[in-house]
Every structure is written in structure tokens, then in C-alpha cells.
């Protein structure tokens, strides 16, 4: 038997009980070392076993002998083979543990040695292992669908797409390739290209801040459907989700019926988010036209605002509930809700010792007839929030990061309990979201000057013909044929119907986005593979790392990487990204610049 040496028991000089772990760690089982064979005849295994360190990678021979069955059949999480063990007869080591490498059950290793925390830590390689069984259920929904898979090329060109690139300079001076942001120009040019069903487990680069859940890299499952859309998108992405979760989890979902769906303006207008977490009930409502205009002048120095509110039950006493608020805004959490330009959020606290139980502020009309949801008790929190009355754009609201934000306070004090605790998976469609958004400092979005950006990227097409229609008086409103998945208030995915006409397509880019003809001249690939007689297609990536973190009810996107970057993009144990050095930046002809 191959295997690492676990832990060793001397019992005498002449006996030893060791264990060995299989070489993936599934079992293990315990080794009988004596210093004498049965003939009385000495024994060098016994001697070796002796000088070996646990986690020594070793070869065995021995021979099975039935025991008294052990009390336990685990240890350390590995099966025990606990009605077996082996007589040693030889052992030799395959390499050495070096005497300033302790492995104990309890040490923690760092990232720098991710070889280490795999190794010892079961969870990781399980979660590797479920990853592995997730992207096999997947293929096979695909290709039972009749997908073919087709990997597309990783050296591409630069296009302002949407995101920050990774850029490739070549020997060639002055060129450089762009490592891709996803494969949409591609598989949309298979579109053109005959190909009916595509999909990749696709490697995509964003040279993007790193958020808790973001990685410099990161695989997405990419497809896309010629002569489809949204619905027939949706339909596949459904197939793949369901068979993942049945393969993986066991969990059959939602079975019979499709995911629900939800406009992007009712999820910003109701949870404050475009990636609702409906495990969180409370929801959000527009009170502006029940607050008593001198109240509204209180709390936000903006012209005829929107006034949010939302309730949140604490079950604990009105004067708990103001110290737990009072705490909370004081907190590093806190403070920047209170320096919101809009104003800062208006708290109240329902106190039955109090006339209106503590509302009288939002005077009588409020009072009389509250939405059945903010119906405050003893105890509860409820805040109104104001904002500029507009649309919604952009992925979240300020209301609807301070809800998150107290429900995780709130957790983390043990007040309430975690939404987590309610199991189950809620999924939801996104839909509706605009096609443009005004651009943003943080994402450089197509570059054009028209002070918008496409809100999914610039290949999506207006959702109806009315849509359309308003792409050059009124872009803002145009609404986007484009469709996000979300579970658990976790973005899961992002897709949708494409242009595939090349002169819309070349108004989008010019008329409407205002970009440069240089930037525009940077798609002229694509410009022309629609021209051929590209035939309408719709597609979709799922982010296959998160897909997993949720799946498995991880809490970073790092449990379920092999070899995940740290928050600075850094591989710490490999040591990337390097400083080039003169031969290197020699080679590509560059220079660098004070
Ligand atoms: N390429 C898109 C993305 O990376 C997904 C899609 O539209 O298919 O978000």
C-alpha cells in the first residue's frame, strides 16, 4: 500500500501502532510494527517506522490481520478501516517531511503554503472534488442538449467591452494581445460561423478592484444558442442549474416550474439591491406620499424626494433596540450612511410607552394606515431613507446597503437569527435592467462620451421595438433584452439577446455611446461577422466559482479555487506577479516611466 504515515503509538520497544492514510485520504488504517517477525527473526521495518515523521509519503507491504473492531469508524475525518490492519512486514520512504515542517492537527497554514492547507485540510480537496462532479453534470445537461463545447482563443485584442483588460505585449514592438474578459466576441462570431449550440468553461481576465468575491481570473460556464432567445437562454440555464444541484447537493429545484422572475426596478424598489436576497422578508416601500411635508424637510435638504422605509423585527426592548442602532451608526459600518448626501437615515423605534407608539413624528396619515409590512412592535427598527426620485440604476441603493448592513450587525450580535439559517436556495430571474447606465468613475465602460455605459455590455440588444425606438431621444429609458440569475442574494450569472445586425449595432457604439471612431474601428471584426448573415442568437455565463461558493455554502470564492489569488491579485505561493526585470521589459520593447 501506498500512502502518508499518520500518527504513531510506541507501545514498547518491541511494538508500534502507526496509521496510514490512502493517498487521497479517504481511509486510512492502522499498521502493527513488532521489532521480531513471528519466527523471532528482527525486523528493519520496525526500525524505519520508527525514524519516519508523520506525513511521510511511504510505500508499504504487509499483511491484512482481522482486529477487535475500533470503538470509532472515522478519524480525522477519514474513514477508519477499523475491522482490518496490517502486519508490517516493510516500509520504505518515498521522500522526507523536514524537521522544520510540524504537522499537527491544529496547525494553520498560510496561503504561501496552499500545498500544505490543501493537504491536510479535507474540506478544501472535498470542495475541489464537488467542483470537479458539478462541471461533469453540467457538460452532460449540455450535451444532452446538443451543445457542443469549443474553446476560443486566450490571446485576443483589446475592445473596450467594459472592463479593465490584462494586456499582453509581444516581442513585435508596440503589440500586445488582451487576455479576454470573457469570450462574448467569440462565441457571438460562432454564431455567425454555423455553430448552433456553444459552451466553455472559460478563463476570463479583469484587471478589476478586488472585491471580497472577485479574482483577477475566474471561470465562467459560457454559452450561446443561434436562432434563440431570452427565454430558450433561460430554459437551458435552468437545465444546467437544476442538474448541478441535483449532482452535487441532492436538492431537486423547483421541480415542474420554472425560476421566478423580477424587474430590476422592483428589486432596487423593493430590496435595495439588482441581487435581492428574498430569504431577507422585509422589504422596502416607497412612503413619500403618507409623511407630512415638514417631516420629509427634515430629513433630506433634496427637492420633492422618494422616501423609503423599511421595518425590521428585533425582538428585543425599545431601549435595546435604540443602543444596538445608536452602536451601529457610531461603528466604522455605520458612518457612512450618515454621511450621505440625500440625508441620513431617519430611525425610529416602536415603543409602546410612547403616543403612536413612538411614530407620532410621521404624523397621523402614516400612522392610520401603515403599509402592512411596516406595522412596527415593541422593539422594531424602522428607518426611512430619502432619495432623488428617479429611476434606479446601478446594482444597489443606499437603503438597501444599510438593511444588509443591520441584518449583519444584527447576526453578529446574536440579536437576530442569520437568514442563512433558513435553508433552501432562492433563485430569481432578474429581468428588465436598462441598457444604459450613467458611467461610473470605477468601471471604464466602452469610453464613449455620452456620459453613459452599456449596463451589461455593448452587444445587447433594446428588449422590444419600442425599446428601440427611444435609443437616440431617450437612451436611459431603453430597457435591455439582458437577464441576470441570483440566488441567495448572489449574482450568479448574466446574459442576454444580442444585436446581430451590424448597422444597430454601429449606431449603438457611435450614435448613442458617442465612442470614438478609433475605439469603434476595434470592432470591426464583429461589425463584419454580423453583416455576414450572422443569424439573432442569446447567451449566458454563469460564474462558475461563485456557482460553487454558493452551491456549497462556502463563504469565499478561495474555498473553491485550487489556487486562488489574494485580495492584492497576488499568488502567494508561487510569488506572481513578478518584477520584470531589464532582459524581460528589453524583450518587448518597453520602458518604464518614473
Ligand atoms: N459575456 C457576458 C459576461 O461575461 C455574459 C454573456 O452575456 O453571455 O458577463
Not at 449550440?197 to 478592484?209: I, L, M, V
Not at 424637510?297 to 442602532?325: N, W
Not at 430571474?429 to 469610453?447: A, E, H, K, R
Amino acid at each position: 500500500m501506498y500512502g502518508y504515515l499518520g500518527a504513531r503509538r510506541d507501545v514498547s520497544k518491541n511494538l508500534s501502532f502507526a496509521m496510514i492514510r490512502s493517498p487521497d485520504q479517504d481511509y486510512c488504517i492502522q499498521i502493527i510494527s513488532s521489532s521480531k517477525d513471528i519466527e523471532g527473526r528482527s525486523l528493519d521495518s520496525h526500525r524505519v517506522l520508527r525514524s519516519l515523521k508523520e506525513w511521510t509519503p511511504v510505500k508499504i507491504i504487509g499483511t491484512f490481520k482481522e482486529r477487535q473492531p475500533a470503538k470509532d469508524d472515522t478519524v480525522l475525518g477519514m474513514r477508519l478501516i477499523n475491522h482490518l490492519e496490517i502486519d508490517l512486514q516493510f516500509i520504505v520512504p518515498l521522500n522526507e517531511i523536514p524537521i522544520d515542517l510540524v504537522i499537527k492537527e491544529d496547525t494553520v497554514f498560510s496561503s504561501a503554503q496552499r500545498h500544505l492547507q490543501l493537504r491536510t485540510e479535507r474540506a478544501l480537496r472535498e470542495n475541489l472534488r464537488q467542483r470537479s462532479i458539478a462541471k461533469q453534470a453540467a457538460i452532460k445537461q449540455l450535451t444532452h442538449n446538443k451543445f457542443i463545447e469549443i474553446e476560443t482563443p486566450v490571446l485576443f485584442k483589446s475592445t473596450p467591452e467594459g472592463a479593465r483588460e490584462f494586456l499582453v505585449p509581444t516581442r513585435n514592438k508596440g503589440f500586445a494581445y488582451a487576455l479576454p474578459q470573457s469570450p462574448q466576441q467569440y462565441k457571438q462570431i460562432l454564431m455567425a460561423s454555423g455553430i448552433e449550440k456553444y459552451f466553455q468553461f472559460a478563463r476570463c481576465f479583469r484587471d478589476e478592484d478586488l472585491r471580497a468575491d472577485r479574482q483577477p481570473e475566474f471561470t465562467q460556464l459560457d454559452l450561446e444558442m443561434s436562432f434563440a432567445g431570452e427565454r430558450d437562454v433561460k430554459k437551458c440555464i435552468e437545465g444546467v442549474v437544476k442538474a448541478v444541484w441535483n449532482d452535487v447537493a441532492n436538492i431537486q429545484l423547483h421541480p415542474g416550474s420554472e425560476f421566478p422572475e423580477m424587474t430590476y426596478q422592483e428589486a432596487m424598489a423593493s430590496y435595495g439591491s439588482d441581487k435581492p436576497d428574498l430569504r431577507l422578508e422585509a422589504k422596502i416601500h416607497n412612503i413619500t406620499t403618507s409623511l407630512p411635508e415638514d417631516l420629509i424637510k427634515k430629513i433630506t435638504p433634496l427637492q420633492s424626494p422618494a422616501i423609503d422605509a423599511f421595518k425590521m423585527h428585533i425582538g428585543i426592548s425599545a431601549r435595546e433596540t435604540r443602543k444596538f442602532i445608536s452602536n451601529f451608526l457610531d461603528s466604522p459600518e455605520g458612518k457612512p450612511f450618515l454621511l450621505n448626501p440625500d440625508g441620513q437615515p431617519a430611525v425610529f423605534v416602536g415603543d409602546t410607552a410612547q403616543p403612536l407608539s413612538g411614530l407620532s413624528a410621521l404624523g397621523h396619515e402614516y400612522a392610520m394606515a401603515p403599509p402592512e409590512e411596516l406595522v412596527v412592535e415593541d422593539g422594531d427598527l424602522l428607518i426611512l431613507q430619502a432619495r432623488k426620485n428617479e429611476p434606479f440604476f446601478g446594482g444597489s441603493t443606499t437603503l438597501g446597503n444599510l438593511r444588509l448592513a443591520l441584518h449583519k450587525a444584527a447576526v453578529a450580535q446574536g440579536i437576530v437569527s442569520s437568514v442563512e439559517k433558513n435553508k433552501g436556495f432562492n433563485f430569481v430571474w432578474i429581468v428588465d435592467f436598462p441598457l444604459f447606465s450613467p458611467t461610473n468613475d470605477t468601471d471604464p465602460g466602452q469610453g464613449g462620451t455620452a456620459g453613459l455605459s452599456s449596463t451589461h455590455h455593448p452587444f445587447t440588444a433594446p428588449k422590444l421595438a419600442s425599446d428601440a425606438k427611444l435609443l437616440l431621444t431617450a437612451p436611459e429609458k431603453v430597457i435591455a433584452a439582458h437577464f441576470d440569475l441570483v440566488v441567495n442574494g448572489v449574482e450568479l450569472g448574466g446574459g442576454s439577446r444580442r444585436i446581430h445586425n451590424a448597422e444597430i449595432q454601429e449606431f449603438i457604439f457611435r450614435d448613442v455611446l458617442k465612442m470614438r471612431n478609433e475605439r469603434i474601428e476595434d470592432f470591426r471584426h464583429l461589425l463584419d461577422v454580423l453583416r455576414s448573415g450572422c443569424p439573432p442568437h442569446a447567451g449566458f455565463a454563469i460564474g462558475w466559482d461563485r456557482l460553487m461558493t454558493v452551491l456549497l455554502g462556502k463563504d469565499s470564492v478561495r474555498d473553491v479555487i485550487a489556487f486562488p489569488k489574494s485580495g492584492k491579485g497576488e499568488d502567494p505561493l508561487v510569488k506572481s506577479p513578478t518584477v520584470m526585470t531589464q532582459s524581460q521589459l528589453d524583450t518587448y520593447h518597453l520602458r518604464l516611466t518614473e
